[in-house]
């Protein structure tokens, strides 16, 4: 794949936060690591601890980073901001900021998690973690550069169009590109149910491009720089013609993954605003306790 600006920024802004995060973390490991009862006797427990100003700013900084990371429903769902970017864009700094913004806040924590916090907390990880499984799904389905699906008729078009380029400029058959299509859906079908489905479609990347080399390898002996292209383009039309296929099924994994994801989001929104509201009233969100 390759390395486009836009995916070496992010490459960079990720490992320079997790490096942040983990720098921290080592940072505070020793009071982190020592029992909560010997903890007030550890140097950095005025500093670390949730109520502390260095434990305090984790918190804010986390709690913000779950707040901003919604200005990506607000591209998505209000129409004035629909044209501000592509979607995809939006859906990494929606998950950027629900990674990021969880490990902020298990540091506010100090790893003590107890009581109506620990609700919030544990429907946190699930969020951020299901918010992965999210993205994948969502980059299964074809769409436009503002992020709404296409229409099967519009990936069956551009199927076509991908098919008419390979035929042009290497001069494959229409048996050949038959032969590359078969490649392209074996072994799936579009009744594999949803289980089966969600299990295999991480390897079918894999799959797809060892099958596809092997079957291109046998059609045609092109200069290598002609046959990477061919491999290409043959990669992203095997690809649509899968998700025509699948297409059906990965609209409906989507569903039932908004359906699981959304009611621990509202918990853990609902919680975290409760926590800061009594930190607020009872002083302890300045140093008490």
Known sequence: MRMTPYRACTLLLWTVSLGLIVFLWVRGSEYYLTPLVERPRQEAYWALKPGGPVGRAYGIVGASLMVVMQLYSVRKRIRPFRGWGPLRYWLDFHIFCGVLGPLFILLHSSLKVHGLVALSFWSMVIVASSG??????????????????????????????????????????????DQLDKVAVSGLSSQISLGRLLLRLPFEGIRLRL???????????????????????SRQRAQLQRRVLLMAKLQELFYYWHVFHKPFAIVMYIFMFVHIGVALMTGYAWGGG
């Open 132 to 177: 992965v499984l999210g993205r994948f799904l969502y980059l299964q389905i074809p769409r436009r550069r503002s992020g709404d699906e296409l229409s099967l008729q519009e990936v069956e078009a551009e199927s076509t169009m991908l098919a008419e380029r390979i035929r042009s400029e290497f001069g494959l058959t229409q048996a050949a590109i």
């Open 211 to 233: 099958r596809l080399g092997a079957q291109l390898g046998r059609m045609k002996n092109l200069p290598p720089k002609s046959f990477r292209k061919l491999a290409g383009l």
